[in-house]
């Protein structure tokens, strides 16, 4: 091969590796979710949770509604409110299913039908929260109280920490059909030892109230 061909190659060689290690660079750099690979999900550590098991002398105190599109608040009597801790495991099952929900890609129908009418997110958010509340090391941690008919719940004895708020409301009160929804309510608080915290708003976050 003549000189002039092998240093021909021997330049495109190099201009190959140089684009393949800016393109590494780029993807290495906070922030760059396009090229930088996700991240796995974080292990159960229980260890994470322990301050959360003893009782506290903490209150809370709030209502939990949907919006309807008229900006009417939904409520539901009887509707389950559960106060989660916040740690590395609970906080990536929060960001991908509660705060941003979203089905995964690789969800597969159970049935030749579910295939035809896919999932609305609503659901997705719903089955997140019973797939949480299946995890049996995770269950004497989490909290549960009953909203009343207008919506409001309380918890007592809560140890300092910071938690997810989280309601599931199902067909809530309205007359009307618009104002029958589903959905879940959140918010997220911390709670210092001892602190009375009173007229929390939990919402489906459609309003400007999160």
Same mark, same amino acid.
């Given at each position: 091969?003549?000189?002039r061909?092998? &240093?021909?190659?021997?330049?495109?060689?190099?201009?190959?590796?140089g684009?393949l290690?800016?393109?590494?660079?780029?993807?290495?750099?906070?922030?760059?979710?396009? &090229?930088?690979?996700t991240?796995?999900?974080?292990?159960?550590?229980?260890?994470?949770?322990?301050?959360y %098991?003893? %009782?506290?002398?903490?209150? &809370?105190?709030?209502?939990?509604?949907?919006?309807?599109?008229?900006?009417?608040?939904?409520?539901?009597?009887?509707?389950p409110?559960?106060?989660?801790?916040?740690?590395?495991?609970? +906080?990536? !099952?929060?960001?991908?299913?509660?705060?941003?929900?979203?089905?995964? $890609?690789?969800?597969?129908?159970?049935s030749?039908?579910?295939?035809?009418?896919?999932?609305?997110?609503?659901?997705?958010?719903q089955?997140? &929260?019973? +797939?949480?509340?299946?995890? %049996?090391?995770?269950?004497?941690?989490?909290?549960?109280? +009953?909203?009343?008919?207008t919506?409001?719940? !309380?918890?007592t %004895?809560?140890?300092?920490?910071?938690?997810?708020?989280?309601?599931?409301?199902? $067909?809530?009160?309205?007359?009307r059909? $618009?104002?029958?929804?589903?959905?879940?309510? !959140?918010l997220?608080?911390?709670?210092?030892?001892?602190?009375?915290?009173?007229?929390?708003?939990?919402?489906?976050?459609?309003?400007?109230?999160?």
């Open positions: 091969m003549p000189l061909n092998q &240093l021909l190659c021997a330049a495109v060689f190099l201009l190959i590796v684009i290690f800016v393109d590494n660079i780029r993807a290495a750099e906070p922030g760059n979710t396009l &090229l930088a690979k991240a796995p999900p974080p292990i159960l550590n229980e260890r994470d949770l322990l301050a %098991k003893q %009782k506290g002398k903490g209150t &809370l105190a709030g209502q939990a509604f949907l919006v309807s599109p008229s900006g009417k608040a939904i409520t539901q009597a009887g509707a409110v559960h106060l989660i801790p916040s740690t590395p495991y609970t +906080r990536y !099952w929060f960001d991908h299913n509660v705060r941003t929900t979203s089905c995964s $890609e690789t969800d597969t129908p159970a030749p039908e579910a295939a035809v009418a896919p999932r609305v997110q609503t659901n997705c958010s089955e997140a &929260l019973t +797939r949480l509340q299946a995890e %049996k090391r995770l269950v004497p941690y989490i909290r549960t109280t +009953r909203a009343n008919p919506g409001h719940f !309380w918890f %004895k809560i140890p300092a920490g910071r938690y997810y708020l989280v309601g599931l409301i199902k $067909e809530g009160s309205g007359a059909k $618009e104002e029958q929804l589903t959905g879940l309510a !959140w997220t608080i911390e709670l210092d030892a001892g602190e009375k915290v009173t007229n929390l708003v939990v919402t489906d976050c459609k309003s400007n109230l999160c």
